[in-house]
């Protein structure tokens, strides 16, 4: 197996981290590696916020939880969706944007993510760990008051990132076979699949070093998707421009 892909299956998340800061040239290079990545008509539709502020950072951990990680973490970035560039670019070109399309929507929030795996992917290759914290959009408008967002961006994901203090096992993911299909949509045998995978799951848990516990995939995935997720979240983007027409 080459390097590249080593490392892209030695990947799991990381929540304890080591105090030791992570050097500017290192983020730099992070965050030159993240505007590499492939962006829907060139457009560069994100932003990210580095937030060093020990006092914002303590209040973003409470808003996302808590979630004591965000504040511990050496470095802590927020990836928006930006669409604000976008707009200077008009203006600079004497053009109005049309604005409010759930495609333009789409775009920017693909293309931050897209952003946000390089970060991931490039910051794991120097050593480092991290994990998203998609926490912060309990409470997104609070979030946009303490960094200042504006309108035609909105804040998608943090994402801590540190040396780790911590080895925890990789999460077993679902068979490639349920995920992979070939010529048309396929899901005839995924009862099966997912009722194997369900078993890899539970031994996962139940040999977890430090938070052990009884669960399945299924188990999970039903509990978070039988109940209503952040439905404050259709009028706070569309609050911000976005996903309106
Ligand atoms: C968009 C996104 C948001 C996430 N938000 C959180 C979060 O708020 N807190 C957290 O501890 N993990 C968060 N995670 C991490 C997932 O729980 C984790 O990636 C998943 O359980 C698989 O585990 P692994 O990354 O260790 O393989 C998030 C992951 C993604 C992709």
């Not at 197996?1 to 299956?9: H, T």
């Not at 309108?151 to 080895?167: Q, S, W």
Request: glycine fraction near 6%; aromatic fraction near 8%; proline fraction near 6%.
């Amino acid at each position: 197996m080459n390097p590249v892909i080593e490392l892209l299956q030695s990947h799991r998340s990381i929540r304890k981290f080591k105090p030791e800061p992570v050097a500017e040239e290192m983020i730099r290079s992070i965050v030159a590696a993240a505007q590499c990545a492939s962006t829907s008509n060139f457009v560069q539709a994100y932003s990210i916020i580095r937030v060093k502020d020990p006092a914002v950072r303590k209040q973003i951990a409470e808003l996302a939880g808590p979630q004591p990680w965000v504040e511990a973490c050496p470095l802590f970035l927020v990836f928006c969706a930006d669409l604000n560039r976008s707009e200077l670019a008009c203006r600079m070109n004497d053009r109005e944007m049309v604005q409010g399309y759930t495609e333009q929507f789409i775009i920017a929030t693909v293309d931050v993510a897209l952003a946000a795996q390089n970060t991931m992917i490039a910051a794991e290759s120097l050593g480092l760990g991290g994990v998203y914290i998609g926490g912060i959009r309990n409470n997104p408008q609070k979030i946009c008051d303490l960094l200042r967002i504006p309108d035609h961006v909105y804040p998608v994901f943090g994402m801590c990132l540190g040396y780790p203090n911590d080895d925890p096992q990789r999460k077993p993911r679902l068979p490639l076979e349920a995920v992979l299909k070939t010529d048309r949509y396929t899901d005839g045998e995924d009862a099966a699949r997912i009722g194997a995978y369900d078993q890899v799951c539970r031994e996962y848990y139940i040999k977890r070093d430090g938070s052990a516990r009884d669960d399945t995939w299924t188990q999970q995935i039903s509990e978070m998707m039988g109940k209503a997720q952040r439905p404050h979240m259709k009028g706070f983007v569309q609050g911000k421009g976005f996903d309106l027409k």
